[in-house]
């Protein structure tokens, strides 16, 4: 079996409740989402999708990741996509770095292999602990009684878990993590996501006028030298996210004891290969994980529940279900949120088939 075409499509997800905002003051009303699809001479097709963020999350963008894979999809034809190691290399060999553009071409290969063997991608990873996967509800900055209106609204349809963006106005932020604190109920998970926003006295600052309450602390500040100070001034369990970026930035935060849990996007690692690998080590180091990416429709949240359900129930705080903000439907088969849950697809590979009419003409073709 080889690879004989690759498939690229610009696809526009619009957000349902949009528009989304975090801190620094970034707003997107829709997001530009790229979905590839790697055909075979065995007539096996894989699919994968990168989302970037918008251009000023992460060190990446849309144009980019199309930019990037335009780069590497000539080198893939003629190659067996069942060699997802070998080929992880050589991508690393042809396109030092960019990580996010490699992300969406190994999601294809692992679905290809779930679908040349006849296994959903989560026995592949590791076999199904539990029976669903608790879903977080991220909460778009704004004003505190419209952050807390939103909880509300959430909570009505079953999430039990909000991971609110503040890392703003440090006086602003301190209302808007105690309005939403007096929306929730014994048993509710309420995460103060600042997105590197603060600087390390504004974190602390917040800290102290909220420690009374019960939360989490996520990615305080840009820098991993400040997060850490920052860890280091608080009792309240830690998140760090834009930090862990490869092996080497874990096993530090680790060394140093930076953080309680981490949050492992896979387009930011690379894939699903480098996510599951640090998700890994997390597991047998006590580390627990939220499995999740920069965004994406049903074919990142369908990768994304894989590796979440395959992830030991003890060690998985929490995973996104990223196609519930969105309207448009890119594939059927994908995860459908029950109160605030969701649970891996049992099709092979991912589990999922694109909806053709959805996506439009591919803006790339290789073959």
């Given at each position: 079996m080889e690879i004989n075409r690759i498939q690229v499509y610009k696809v526009a997800?619009?957000?349902?409740?949009?528009?989304?905002?975090?801190?620094?003051?970034?707003?997107?009303?829709?997001?530009?989402?790229?979905?590839?699809?790697?055909?075979?001479?065995?007539?096996?097709?894989?699919?994968?999708?990168?989302?970037?963020?918008?251009?000023?999350y992460l060190p990446s963008f849309a144009e980019g990741a199309r930019a990037g894979i335009e780069k590497l999809a000539p080198a893939l034809i003629g190659c067996d996509p069942t060699l997802i190691s070998v080929l992880g290399s050589q991508m690393d060999d042809l396109l030092k770095g960019h990580p996010y553009v490699k992300s969406a071409l190994d999601m294809a290969l692992w679905d290809i292999i779930g679908k040349a063997v006849q296994m959903p991608l989560v026995t592949l990873l590791g076999g199904r602990y539990g029976d669903a996967v608790d879903l977080y509800r991220a909460i778009s900055q704004g004003s505190a009684d419209s952050m807390a209106e939103q909880v509300r609204k959430y909570r009505r349809i079953g999430y039990r878990r909000f991971q609110i963006k503040v890392g703003g106005d440090p006086d602003t932020d301190i209302e808007r993590i105690?309005?939403?604190?007096?929306?929730?109920?014994?048993?509710?998970?309420?995460?103060?996501?600042?997105?590197?926003?603060?600087?390390?006295h504004q974190a602390v600052r917040v800290i102290k006028a909220v420690r009374n309450l019960d939360l989490y602390i996520e990615q305080p500040c840009e820098t991993y030298e400040n997060c850490l100070s920052v860890r280091r001034k608080t009792d309240f369990p830690f998140i760090l996210d834009e930090s862990i970026v490869d092996i080497s930035s874990l096993l530090r935060a680790m060394s140093d004891?930076?953080?309680?849990?981490?949050?492992?996007?896979?387009?930011?690692?690379?894939?699903?290969?480098?996510?599951?690998?640090?998700?890994?080590i997390c597991v047998s180091s006590g580390v627990a994980v939220t499995?999740?990416?920069?965004?994406g429709s049903d074919v990142v949240t369908s990768a994304v529940a894989h590796l979440a359900h395959s992830t030991p129930a003890h060690a998985r705080f929490t995973a996104s279900d990223f196609n519930s903000y969105t309207s448009l439907s890119t594939a059927i088969g994908a995860p459908v949120r029950i109160e605030g849950t969701m649970v891996a697809p049992n099709g092979f590979g991912l589990g999922i088939e694109l909806i053709e009419d959805n996506l439009g003409s591919a803006c790339l073709d290789v073959n």
């Open positions: 997800l619009p957000i349902d409740d949009g528009p989304y905002r975090w801190s620094g003051g970034n707003e997107v009303h829709s997001f530009d989402s790229t979905i590839v699809r790697v055909g075979t001479t065995d007539g096996l097709c894989g699919i994968g999708e990168i989302c970037p963020l918008g251009a000023s105690h309005a939403v604190a007096d929306v929730l109920d014994n048993g509710d998970v309420l995460i103060a996501d600042a997105n590197t926003g603060w600087l390390p004891d930076a953080m309680d849990m981490v949050n492992l996007k896979i387009g930011r690692l690379g894939g699903i290969s480098k996510t599951r690998l640090l998700r890994d499995i999740e990416d920069s965004w």
